[in-house]
C-alpha cells in the first residue's frame, strides 16, 4: 500500500508560488511580531558598516530570523551578495528577499 499522505513536511513545488506572495518584504508589514521586528531593526542598524564577511552572515541570520529554511536562505544570500557586491546590509537583505520571492 502506497503512502499517500496529503499532510507533509517536506516543500511542495505547487505551494512555493504561494508561500514566497505571504512572506512579509518589509519589516512594517510584520503584524504581531513586535520582539522580533525590533530585534531585526537593531541587526540591521549594527550591520550597516559590517565587514563584508560579517555581512553574509548577518543577511543569513536576518532571513532565518523571518522564517526562512537555512539552506534557501543560504542560496539567495550567495545570490544577493553576488547581485549587490558594494550593498551594505539593507540593500543585500532586499535582494536576498527577492530571490526568495522567485
Known amino acids: 500500500m502506497a503512502d499517500d499522505r496529503i499532510v507533509t513536511a517536506a516543500r511542495v513545488d ?5 508561500e514566497a506572495g505571504l512572506r512579509p518584504r518589509a519589516l512594517d508589514e510584520y503584524i504581531g511580531q513586535d520582539r522580533i521586528r ?10 550597516r558598516d559590517a565587514a563584508p564577511p560579517a555581512l553574509r552572515d548577518d543577511v543569513l541570520s536576518a532571513l532565518i530570523n523571518l522564517g526562512y529554511h537555512r539552506p534557501l536562505a543560504e542560496k539567495a544570500v550567495e545570490s544577493a551578495v553576488g547581485a549587490t557586491p558594494d550593498g551594505g546590509f539593507e540593500r543585500t537583505l532586499r535582494q536576498a528577499l527577492r530571490e526568495l520571492a522567485k
Request: hydrophobic letters at 45%; aromatic letters at 6%; glycine letters at 0%.
Open 14 to 18: 505547487e505551494e512555493a508560488q504561494y
Open 38 to 47: 525590533e530585534n531585526l531593526q537593531v541587526s540591521i542598524a549594527a550591520a
